[in-house]
């Protein structure tokens, strides 16, 4: 898709999602992917035992702890864009790695992003990246057209066990599945989506994994309703407003200063992300 930025936000803003843009080269995802891999061998299975966190950190906040997705959210490709949408001053707020393991069962069911997020507004975006190929037999993105015009509707946690949300939240409104669009991306493209935007995804039957990086875009006017300081990274323009605490990109691989750092975000983030779930919903990621 060209990169006429006029019409990326009149897309974006009617359909509330906008796909295939290209992110990086193929080449540079699958080199991103490898890297990726490269660390869970080193840091997940040999270390699980030393540090439990991994999964949680590396799920959420994957940007603080590996210098390589840092990178990925800061690449221009990605950034201009999310810039036409959001204006040239833009944090990331989390980065949430979704992987679907070969012949996995786990989906994602029908959500609104921001019904968890505690944000005061809407001035967010978030860049979906194929690190692997996004297909239908894989479990690639849904999206309901047009959805992301409506409020925050009612959602049910379910803590379904295959869900890969924090709380196995999803929509209380009936999705008509003949109106709704399949997300296949090649490695190396993106998505954009709305945070009230419709979306969910079906399990992997094929024998890869499905490997996306999904990057929470914000900009600095927004703030949290319940008074936490997420912990966020400014990667264009400038924050003229402090309601955040700003983290700098990480220095190595799981450094240790920087995954210390990244437990407070996982903290801060988990006083609004399970409020009213007692209990049920702490760091269930652990276990999938
Ligand atoms: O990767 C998926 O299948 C779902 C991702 C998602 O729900 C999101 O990025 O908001």
Redesign the pocket.
Known sequence: MSRNITEIVSKYNQNGYLFPLDAMSPEQALAYRSQFEAAEREYKDKDKDKDPDFDALVFGHANMVLPFIDEITRLPDVLDPVKAILGPDVLVWGV?L?I?EAESPNY?SW?Q?LTYWDLNDVEEV?A?IALSPATVNN?C?RFAPGTHTREIVSHHDTFARAN??SRGQEIEVKVDESETVNVVLSPGQMSL?HGRIF?A?HANRTTDRRI?L?IRYITPAMHQLSGVKSYVTLVSGEDRFGHFNLVPAPIRVMDPADLAMARQAVEAGEKFLYAGAGGQGQRRLLRE
Do not use: E
Request: proline share 0%; net charge neutral; charged share 10%.
């Open positions: 949430n979704f679907k994602v959500h992003d978030t979906w479990g993105m890969q949300l989506h979306h995804s996306g999904a």
